[in-house]
């Protein structure tokens, strides 16, 4: 299955990159809810929370790891904000696993 993130991970579309490493990308989000507001995001197409599977754990221990450097290479370490949507739970716009970082620093 694709969503609009597999489509810039394959840059298929435009989207602002700020970081990247094997499994995971970091773009601006393109409707930003604070002055930083970033997504970051799996290689790996995961809908949801709730389609991790055991396998995922390093995968996921990586994107808080990759949201610590980003907020560190953006000076914003001492306020900044980490949520995921999860769908049914909350309204969650793109069915492909993403953590938001947002930061008004
Ligand atoms: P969520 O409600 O957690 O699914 O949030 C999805 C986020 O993706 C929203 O904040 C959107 O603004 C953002 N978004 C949707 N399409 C794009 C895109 N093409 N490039 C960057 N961010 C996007």
């Known amino acids: 299955m694709s969503s609009?993130?597999?489509?810039?991970?394959?840059?298929e579309i435009p989207?602002?990159?700020?970081?990247?490493?094997?499994?995971?990308i970091v773009i601006?989000?393109?409707?930003?809810?604070?002055k930083i507001h970033?997504?970051?995001?799996?290689?790996?197409?995961i809908e949801t929370i709730d389609h991790l599977e055991?396998?995922?754990?390093?995968?996921?221990?990586?994107m808080f790891f990759v949201a610590k450097k980003v907020a560190f290479d953006l000076g914003?370490?001492?306020?900044y904000k980490l949520h995921f949507n999860v769908w049914k739970a909350w309204w969650q716009e793109v069915m492909h696993l993403h953590?938001?970082?947002?930061?008004n620093i």
């Open 15 to 24: 989207s602002d990159i700020v970081y990247e490493t094997n499994d995971i």
């Open 54 to 62: 055991e396998t995922d754990k390093s995968l996921i221990a990586d």
């Open 38 to 45: 970033l997504l970051i995001i799996p290689k790996k197409h």
């Open 99 to 103: 953590l938001h970082l947002l930061s």
């Open 28 to 34: 601006k989000d393109i409707n930003p809810q604070a």
């Open 4 to 11: 609009i993130f597999t489509k810039i991970i394959n840059r």
């Open 76 to 79: 914003v370490t001492w306020w």
